[in-house]
């Protein structure tokens, strides 16, 4: 039983485990945004950093142990960066003059970083690393998207009747500091549509619609 024990090296069997903690516990938070690379990507990456790290200790402490050459604990490890930027390349996208999935991208860095972290004793580190990510994906996420200006174009439809709908409209947009041009105009039996292009935070375009809704003449507004 002790030759078996022994055998296992239950140590590194314990960082393997804690590589998968921290892994799941950024992988969760991206598959609960819905990522592409989510739990079981961020799990798998973790996990493999952290033993690629141990193999690349072993094999120099195995070549100095028996005198054959000197050893560089940091060949293999080395190897790791480029094979994450090379996943991390395919999670980027270039979409009608957006570049989108750097989030992703950055994370699965920092996640082999963890992994590594974890190979090298460094638990404490890789343990607050992992909160400091967690915390960054996901408070600065919700600051992003509430305060910050969207990158993207929203269309705001909203139908009018009268010339107090339209002094209304005017004076709500107005009001508001989202950058925004008439894109389109269409005479309804209910009124007149004006189409807007609008560049905002969320927060922004609600209070926009909240405004619109205790607008005189005002018939709706709603996103598109």
């Known amino acids: 039983m ?22 799941a516990a950024i992988g969760l938070e991206r598959e609960m945004s819905g990522k592409p690379a989510g739990l079981r990507t961020n799990i798998l990456i973790c996990v493999g950093a952290e033993l ?30 480029e094979g994450i930027g090379f996943i991390g390349g395919g999670t980027i996208l270039v979409a009608g003059g957006n570049v989108l999935g750097l989030t992703t991208a950055a994370t699965l860095w920092v996640v082999a970083a963890i992994g590594m972290g974890v190979g090298l004793h460094l638990y404490w580190q890789s343990l607050g690393a992992t909160v400091l990510v967690v915390l960054t994906l996901v408070l600065l996420g919700r ?15 909203v139908v009018v009747a009268g010339d107090a709908g339209r002094d209304g409209l005017r004076a ?14 269409e005479h309804r039996d209910d009124g007149s549509a004006f189409y807007y292009l609008l560049h ?25």
């Open 52 to 81: 690629f790290t141990e193999l690349s200790v072993l094999v120099a402490t195995g070549f100095l142990a028996n005198d054959l050459m000197r050893g560089d604990p940091g060949r293999i490890a080395s190897h790791i960066v």
């Open 143 to 157: 600051f992003e998207r509430s305060v910050l200006p969207d990158k993207s174009e929203h269309v705001l439809r």
């Open 200 to 224: 905002g935070s969320t927060r922004q375009r609600d209070a926009l619609l909240r405004r619109l809704a205790d607008t005189p003449g005002v018939r709706s507004a709603r996103y598109e």
């Open 2 to 23: 002790q030759s078996l024990v022994h055998t296992l090296d239950l140590p590194m069997l314990g960082r393997l485990l804690l590589a998968t903690a921290l892994g």
């Open 172 to 185: 709500a947009l107005g009001d508001t500091s989202m950058v925004h041009e008439l894109s389109g105009h």
